[in-house]
């Protein structure tokens, strides 16, 4: 770790409620959905698991391996610099951007295993800092890469929304065409190096991501869900697959219908592991409340309106209590919550 020691992160604030994370236990016999995205169920299916896990594994996606593969090696290059580089851009109080510790790694009761480099906005801004003279193939790949993405979340959004009976003309940020223009994405890559001891490490702590979607790319097993009723359960590599997960903001989109997935990563003592998190995002000074479609009597508003700005800066003060302290009505009976646990942490 010598190179992630020397770069500082968020200064965060204790938490108080730490204890509840070690609680349960995992299930082995339950595995997290993996659906088939040309399949003619698969609406229906990533609708339902939407509900039930707030996860599922998406293969046949569409985006090409090649890009897949490519984007790994991206990666590869990026912690390999020397941190001399890297020291050109650090995340800063200002702008989660650039490289960093873990967030969260002074609130939680394990020892931060990992580094993360944290693009938003251009790459070509961030990118060239590291590259300056070969900054050209990491850009357009980025580019790519993100651009994919973002169509991806597009697709997974009116699919799923579309179970609901919710349609482009109900979410006004999603624009007339139903493209998302307007929409917000970063991308977020994570490193955890061979851990000796991992069980007093964590790569990244629990928490939920304040996104929309987050698209997560791994090729070695160290994800894994907080489930209710099942525990901590491992969302094992299927080989190209993407996971998908939701995030806060779609959480209070669907008036609390499809639940956050709380999630963190471990780390272990034979191999390294890397990570790609795509996270997409409403606009930052757009109004976003739950789909009207979705209030009904026995499922009232659950939220009130929120910016994804205000809710950002929220989530930094108080973490895993965020939802709950903005909550205007209690979840249904029956309905899953993990959130009510006090599990919740910034993504
Ligand atoms: O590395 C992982 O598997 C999780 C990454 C993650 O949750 C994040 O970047 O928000
Ligand atoms: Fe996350």
Not at 169 to 175: K, L, S, V
Request: glycine share 6%.
């Amino acid at each position: 770790m010598s190179d992630v020691s020397k770069i500082h992160s968020l200064n965060i604030p204790t938490n108080k409620n730490l204890d509840s994370f070690q609680q349960q236990l995992p299930d082995a016999s339950d595995t997290v959905p993996v659906i088939d995205l040309s399949h003619p169920d698969a609406p229906k299916l990533m609708n339902n698991a939407f509900q039930t896990w707030g996860v599922f594994q998406l293969v046949n996606h569409g985006i090409p391996v090649s890009l897949l593969n490519s984007i790994q090696s991206f990666i590869q290059d990026l912690f390999d610099l020397p941190t001399s580089q890297k020291l050109k851009i650090v995340r800063s109080r200002e702008s989660i951007a650039g490289f960093g510790l873990v967030p969260l790694s002074q609130v939680y009761p394990k020892r931060p295993w990992g580094e993360g480099f944290t693009l938003i906005g251009n790459p070509v801004d961030h990118l060239q800092k590291l590259w300056p003279e070969d900054c050209k193939k990491y850009c357009d790949l980025a580019e790519e890469y993100l651009k994919e993405m973002k169509n991806l979340c597009g697709k997974v959004m009116w699919l799923t929304l579309g179970e609901l009976g919710i349609t482009p003309e109900d979410i006004n940020w999603a624009g007339s065409d139903g493209e998302f223009k307007t929409s917000n994405q970063a991308l977020r890559m994570n490193s955890y190096p061979v851990c000796p001891e991992p069980d007093e490490s964590i790569g990244l702590p629990p928490h939920s991501d304040s996104s929309v979607l987050t698209v997560l790319y791994q090729t070695t097993k160290g994800l894994q869900v907080l489930i209710e009723g099942k525990g901590w359960v491992t969302v094992e590599p299927v080989k190209d697959a993407l996971v998908v997960q939701v995030g806060d903001m779609l959480h209070i989109l669907t008036n609390g219908l499809y639940s956050p997935s709380v999630h963190q990563a471990v780390v272990n003592q034979t191999h390294d592991r890397m990570s790609t998190a795509f996270f997409f995002g409403t606009p930052k000074n757009t109004e976003v409340s739950p789909l009207k479609k979705l209030v009904t009597p026995t499922r009232p508003l659950m939220y009130p309106t929120v910016t994804w700005a205000d809710y950002l800066s929220k989530k930094y003060e108080l973490f895993e209590e965020t939802l709950p302290s903005i909550r205007l009505s209690a979840p249904p009976p029956g309905l899953s919550n993990v959130n009510d646990q006090n599990q919740v942490k910034v993504g």
